[in-house]
């Protein structure tokens, strides 16, 4: 089966300026996740969708990310403006069920962002 | 909340040496616990996984056991070959239905030939 595709791969912008990411889970997994990956640490959920809704954000900085999933399938994950601090690797992930605390993450490649 | 901790520092070896990275972890009830691996260039797979107490997983020759009583899931591989050079992270999953996963630092680990 096809993979979480993920794009652009790498973007480098300038403080202040804005950036949208894309990711396209693998098929029929209702389940989404965008994870923070900031070098040198572990991924870090910032949002979490079950099919078009959002279960949890609680640690997503709302004042400047925005994410959504319009349709329950691809999802965009918007900074404006952003910060030196989100430099980071911004990782997609997708899983078929919820209600299981046994359920594997099948992760994207990631986009790499770089503030200057 | 819950959180994970492994062991500080990259970790360098020759091939064929036994490989250790030590996780443990805080958590209220019992979480699933998870080894994931990130080669360069690629996103994070999964490597094994354990569901309860006592439970081993095992993939490509690595090996893990959940244990409640230290509140630990050490990842160990008898023999290490070039190709395990990667990221490795330790996680693990609450059980109140959200399958949230909170993730480590993770460890670099550097076979040379």
């Not at chain 2, 209220?28 to 006592?54: H, N, R």
């Not at chain 2, 056991?65 to 591989?77: N, V």
């Not at chain 2, 070959?81 to 460890?107: E, I, P, T, W």
């Amino acid at each position: 089966e096809a993979g979480v595709a993920q794009s652009p791969r790498y973007k480098i912008i300038e403080k202040r300026q804005s950036v949208a990411f894309w990711c396209n889970p693998i098929s029929g997994h209702a389940t989404l996740y965008w994870y923070q990956q900031i070098l040198g640490q572990g991924p870090k959920l910032l949002i979490q969708f079950q099919n078009n809704g959002v279960v949890d954000d609680s640690q997503l900085p709302k004042d400047r990310f925005s994410a959504e999933r319009l349709k329950g399938v691809d999802s965009t994950l918007k900074i404006q403006p952003a910060k030196l601090e989100d430099s980071a690797v911004y990782l997609c992930a997708s899983s078929f069920l919820r209600n299981s605390g046994a359920n594997v993450l099948t992760f994207g490649a990631g986009s790499r962002l770089t503030v200057l | 909340g819950n959180s994970v901790t492994q062991m500080e520092g990259p970790v360098t070896l020759s091939e064929e040496a036994f490989l250790t990275i030590n996780c443990t972890y805080t958590a209220t009830g019992y979480p699933s616990l998870f080894w994931y691996v990130q080669y360069p260039g690629e996103g994070l797979q999964l490597l094994l996984k354990a569901t309860k107490a006592d439970d081993k997983g095992s993939n490509k020759g690595f090996e893990a056991t959940y244990r409640k009583e230290t509140t630990s899931f050490h990842l160990e591989k008898g023999s290490v070959q070039v190709s395990d050079s990667a990221v490795y992270f330790c996680a693990l999953s609450d059980r109140d239905g959200n399958n949230r996963l909170a993730f480590g630092k993770g460890n670099q680990v550097v076979v040379i030939p």
